[in-house]
Nanobody, 125 residues
Framework: QVQLVESGGGLVQAGGSLRLSCAAS????????MGWFRQALGKEREFVAA????????YYVDSVKGRFIISRDNAKNTVYLQMNSLKSEDTAVYYC??????????????????WGQGTQVTVSS
């Protein structure tokens, strides 16, 4: 069973950058598609980015395209989310998630089997 632990969240000024990491335990990480989601206070969980197990072309929600980059290092069992040009509306708890399903419908939370505990990102304006 894969377990996920996020880190790298914090407080940053608008326009700044943060890099989130999601460390996975378990031998099957390299065969799992990975996603990042976020949930702002009082709002539903929202898809942010996803990458297939092979590290193919990533997929992003429109609001972060050109600012966020998802990547993974299967040798380190880690997936990253580089967040640049942060805005106040990026403030949320960020979760990484792993999916054993085939690649597709990556924005759907029900495609993901395993979730991390989340890390808070706060962007001050």
């Amino acid at each position: 069973q894969v377990q996920l632990v996020e880190s790298g969240g914090g407080l940053v000024q608008a326009g700044g950058s943060l890099r989130l990491s999601c460390a996975a335990s378990g031998r099957t990480f390299s065969r799992m598609n990975m996603g990042w989601f976020r949930q702002a206070l009082g709002k539903e969980r929202e898809f942010v980015a996803a990458m297939s197990w092979s590290g193919g072309t990533p997929y992003y929600v429109d609001s972060v395209k050109g600012r966020f980059i998802i990547s993974r290092d299967n040798a380190k069992n880690t997936v990253y989310l580089q967040m640049n040009s942060l805005k106040s509306e990026d403030t949320a708890v960020y979760y990484c998630a792993a999916s054993s399903a085939s690649w597709g419908l990556v924005a759907d939370t029900y495609r993901y089997d395993i979730w991390g505990q989340g890390t808070q990102v706060t962007v001050s304006s």
